[in-house]
């Protein structure tokens, strides 16, 4: 591995040429970046992969949604659609995307949108009789032609941006120094068990490069799983019975460990990041009794099996110090 990563950092350096060439003409006003007169939100990372980034958009959600008209607005992975979009809960995945189709149905009092481009998202949002007063777009921190207001940069604490390298010997996006183009830094996925030192570790590290604000966040997963008309206690509903765990995410070894610490029973069949079922595996799945995923999955799963017993683990996303964080972007939405 040491030797591929060796022979892969003459591209590194190609990419790092590129993306620094990139940001250069952005931070000079060389190409344009757009700014609106309605507060826009970013979510976003470094790197590729899974680092949290749709619990930490329901976050932002739930923060403001009772106070503001909110829209989402992200490119809608995976979808065989093109172009400016709105998503309703009626919606299926491949279309629109298995995180818009999620956010649609879980905040049905927001606006939901995806594109390619999001300054025509932003546009069109703009333009429809009851405009957004708060938008939140969705992984868009490289996406240079919008200047959002206030961006929040996730990382995950067990592959922390600070470690890693460009692609394609690691996984960043963009260089490290990036990250202060944000207003602030959320280290997510951190073990319940976090300790002080191990905080103070991770600060150390981070504030080698920005002296932004750093946050740290945990996965809560709910004493109960939900399906079609049905809200259940997870241990009554699964204990003593095997199921399927059936993930399409990045990284699904934390549901799974939290799953093992239940004692439960369970197969586990893994798929890649946000993956489009193809007619076989769909086939393969109808010969389960109980499926539990996760809640992206569950949104491209349900209406393809019909006689199964589908459940989803609702998650949420638990930030220490959260009325900090809470305040900088009530300060921003304020000013």
Not at 2 to 9: M, N, Y
């Amino acid at each position: 591995m040491r030797v591929l990563r060796k022979l892969l950092f003459p591209f590194s350096a190609v990419y790092y040429g590129i993306t620094l060439t990139r940001n250069f003409l952005y931070n000079n006003d060389i190409l344009k970046s757009k700014s609106y007169d309605v507060p826009v939100i970013c979510i976003g990372n470094l790197s590729v992969g899974g680092t949290g980034k749709s619990p930490m958009t329901e976050y932002v959600t739930r923060l403001l949604v009772e106070q503001y008209r909110v829209a989402t607005l992200s490119r809608g992975y995976g979808r065989t659609t093109k172009g400016y979009r709105e998503v309703s809960s009626d919606d299926i995945a491949k279309e629109v995307g298995d995180e818009p189709l999620q956010f649609a149905r879980k905040f049905p009092e927001i606006q939901v949108a995806v594109c390619e481009d999001r300054q025509t998202g932003i546009e069109r949002l703009l333009n429809k009789a009851s405009a957004p007063e708060v938008i939140i777009l969705d992984d868009a921190f490289q996406h240079r032609k919008v200047d959002p207001g206030f961006s929040i940069v996730l990382s995950v604490f067990n592959d922390l941006f600070i470690d890693d390298y460009l692609l394609p010997v690691g996984n960043l996006r963009e260089p490290r120094s990036g990250v202060n183009r944000a207003d602030a830094i959320v280290v997510t996925k951190c073990p319940d068990t976090i300790t002080e030192a191990q905080k103070v570790r991770t600060v150390t590290k981070i504030k080698k490069v920005t002296d932004l604000p750093i946050f740290f966040s945990y996965i809560d997963y709910a004493a109960h799983i939900e399906g079609v008309g049905k809200s259940l206690p997870i241990q009554q509903r699964l204990q003593g019975e095997q199921f399927t765990l059936v993930t399409g995410i990045a990284n699904p070894k934390p549901l799974v460990g939290h799953l093992t610490s239940l004692g439960l029973d369970f197969e586990h069949l893994k798929y890649g990041d946000h993956h489009n079922f193809a007619l076989s595996e769909i086939e393969t799945l109808s010969t389960k009794k109980t499926i539990l995923t996760t809640e992206k999955d569950y949104v491209r799963l349900q209406h393809l099996l019909k006689d199964v017993d589908v459940y989803y683990l609702p998650i949420v996303s638990v930030i220490e110090n959260s009325d900090q964080l809470d305040g900088l972007i009530t300060k921003y939405l304020n000013k």
